[in-house]
């Protein structure tokens, strides 16, 4: 009588832990049911130029058609992700090893399309027309507006980051580049006064610089410098007369496709009068880093910054 309790006994106990086990079993499955439910939940993030983008799943492949996008998507650490890139691409040192599918100004659609990426990253210059036809195959177009300002850049990482469901890791690289331009701003903000700088975009004999309202002078403003033609708006067309009336204390360019551009800038017929020239203050920037509303703001600033006020900065 003993001999059958017992075995009665663990039969109930064998069958309680079968029960246990299949409950957590079931539990399991049901979780990863919810799991696989939950990644393929579909969402919808809108572009620039107000359309409403739905996306099944985070993309995989990216075209991306302006370099300042890709260098965002680097930051944001999907840049392997990217399959198509314009002949511009060059930073990080990875982008030079993607595909070239645009010039910056027309893209080879066709080729894109063969590519067939399940998002091309766009901007809105002039393109509309291309990118309807990229549309009209099919393809998700996601169009990001060329920015002009610090918020500008802030909202395309964020706009970015949304779409490839890393909105955690958007943040982080905004909170990154604003800690360095305030780095920047804590050591400039004993220059007084500020240094007079005149920035030469394109040099002699078709000489840009520019004025307010630009994405070059918001960097310029918060490295502490005084622009000499910040008195106007936008991208100006200047004499060189116009430069030597403004005596500046320090020229900078970005014409780095010339042999010797601080060279050549010293040359000028009657610049020998300016503050820069007389005191060798002439400069070479990395056009780049400066001209791209990307991820690389913070170091355009301190860039800028470093140039100007060196003794800052020891």
Same mark, same amino acid.
């Given at each position: 009588?003993?001999?059958?309790?017992?075995?009665?006994?663990?039969?109930?106990?064998?069958?309680?832990?079968?029960?246990?086990?299949?409950?957590?079993?079931?539990?399991?499955?049901?979780?990863?049911?919810?799991? !696989?439910? =939950?990644? +393929? $939940?579909?969402? @919808?993030?809108?572009?620039? #130029?107000?359309? /409403? &983008?739905?996306?099944?799943?985070?993309?995989?492949?990216?075209?991306?058609?302006?370099?300042?996008?890709?260098?965002?998507?680097?930051?944001?650490?999907?840049?392997?992700?990217?399959?198509?890139?314009?002949?511009?691409?060059?930073?990080?040192?990875?982008?030079?090893?993607?595909?070239?599918?645009?010039?910056?100004?027309?893209?080879?659609?066709?080729?894109?399309?063969?590519?067939?990426?399940?998002?091309?990253?766009?901007?809105?210059?002039?393109?509309?027309?291309?990118?309807?036809?990229?549309?009209?195959?099919?393809?998700?177009?996601?169009?990001?507006?060329?920015?002009?300002?610090?918020?500008?850049?802030?909202?395309?990482?964020?706009?970015?980051?949304?779409?490839?469901?890393?909105?955690?890791?958007?943040?982080?690289?905004?909170?990154?580049?604003?800690?360095?331009?305030?780095? !920047?701003? =804590?050591? +400039? $903000?004993?220059? @007084?006064?500020?240094?007079? #700088?005149?920035? /030469? &975009?394109?040099?002699?004999?078709?000489?840009?610089?520019?004025?307010?309202?630009?994405?070059?002078?918001?960097?310029?403003?918060?490295?502490?410098?005084?622009?000499?033609?910040?008195?106007?708006?936008?991208?100006?067309?200047?004499?060189?007369?116009?430069?030597?009336?403004?005596?500046?204390?320090?020229?900078?360019?970005?014409?780095?496709?010339?042999?010797?551009?601080?060279?050549?800038?010293?040359?000028?017929?009657?610049?020998?009068?300016?503050?820069?020239?007389?005191?060798?203050?002439?400069?070479?920037?990395?056009?780049?880093?400066?001209?791209?509303?990307?991820?690389?703001?913070?170091?355009?600033?301190?860039?800028?910054?470093?140039?100007?006020?060196?003794?800052?900065?020891?």
């Amino acid at each position: 009588m003993k001999k059958n309790y017992l075995f009665n006994w663990l039969s109930v106990l064998l069958f309680s832990f079968l029960l246990v086990g299949c409950s957590a079993e079931e539990k399991t499955t049901v979780e990863k049911q919810e799991e !696989v439910v =939950e990644e +393929v $939940k579909e969402y @919808t993030v809108t572009d620039d #130029v107000g359309n /409403e &983008i739905t996306f099944e799943e985070v993309p995989e492949t990216i075209v991306s058609l302006q370099p300042s996008n890709t260098e965002i998507l680097f930051a944001l650490g999907v840049g392997d992700k990217i399959v198509g890139a314009t002949d511009y691409d060059t930073y990080p040192a990875e982008a030079l090893e993607i595909e070239r599918v645009s010039d910056s100004v027309a893209f080879n659609a066709e080729r894109i399309t063969e590519l067939n990426p399940d998002v091309v990253i766009a901007y809105t210059i002039g393109q509309e027309e291309a990118l309807q036809l990229l549309e009209d195959t099919g393809l998700k177009v996601f169009v990001i507006e060329s920015a002009t300002s610090f918020e500008d850049v802030y909202g395309d990482i964020e706009q970015l980051a949304t779409v490839m469901g890393i909105e955690e890791k958007g943040q982080e690289v905004i909170s990154s580049i604003q800690d360095t331009i305030q780095g !920047v701003q =804590e050591r +400039v $903000k004993a220059a @007084t006064p500020l240094k007079k #700088v005149y920035y /030469e &975009i394109s040099p002699s004999p078709d000489i840009y610089t520019t004025g307010s309202k630009t994405f070059q002078q918001e960097i310029l403003a918060a490295a502490s410098v005084d622009n000499v033609f910040s008195d106007q708006e936008g991208w100006i067309s200047v004499s060189e007369e116009d430069v030597t009336v403004k005596n500046p204390e320090i020229i900078l360019t970005t014409a780095n496709y010339l042999d010797d551009a601080p060279g050549e800038i010293k040359s000028r017929a009657g610049w020998d009068k300016i503050q820069a020239v007389q005191n060798d203050s002439v400069f070479l920037v990395d056009g780049d880093v400066i001209s791209r509303p990307g991820p690389r703001i913070g170091e355009a600033v301190e860039l800028i910054a470093k140039t100007v006020y060196p003794e800052l900065f020891q």
